[in-house]
């Protein structure tokens, strides 16, 4: 790939990190749930808390795109570390699709019966998706890097 092409997904990653962050921050605050509460009470509320830990994960697996682009951009595609690389995204995609799937369930069970809880459960339901799609690619492409690091490793050894 060429470097410029590296660098303008590394920024595509670093803003997708950064409008998250934002979410993160200003969401809590115009939700409904919020009209009535303190600035401290609104972000330590127990479910914010909560989006805010799994959130965590989403940050991680960015990090290690950034890194996995890092190796492609140095023609290190075919190493350990890329697949130690994908096999972390993978881990974080797996992880938070269920700590989603744990969140819906969640509120399908708990909410107010005044409230009507579908606009978040299609979230949760969109968001698991997504983190499913990113699990299986991931696990495909550490599957495809993985067999060409051992065949690598074979042929350095022959050699």
């Known amino acids: 790939m060429k470097r410029i092409s590296i660098v303008f997904l590394q920024a595509v990653i670093v803003f997708i990190a950064i409008v998250t962050l934002a979410i993160l921050i200003w969401l809590p605050l115009i939700e409904g749930r919020a009209t009535n ?28 795109a950034f890194k996995l682009l890092g190796y492609i951009g140095q023609n290190k595609v075919f190493s350990t570390n890329a697949v130690k690389t994908l096999k972390n995204i993978k881990y974080c995609a797996i992880t938070l699709s269920a700590l989603i799937v744990a969140a819906g369930l969640f509120i399908r069970f708990t909410h107010n019966k005044e409230d009507d809880p579908a606009g978040f459960l299609a979230i949760c339901i969109v968001t698991t998706f997504v983190s499913i799609v990113v699990a299986t690619a991931a696990a495909i492409v550490e599957k495809i890097l993985q067999n060409a690091v051992d065949m690598k490793s074979e042929n350095d050894l022959t050699i």
């Open 37 to 64: 509460l303190d600035l401290f009470n609104i972000y330590f509320d127990k479910f914010i808390l909560y989006g805010y830990t799994m959130s965590i994960l989403l940050f991680v697996a960015l990090y290690n």
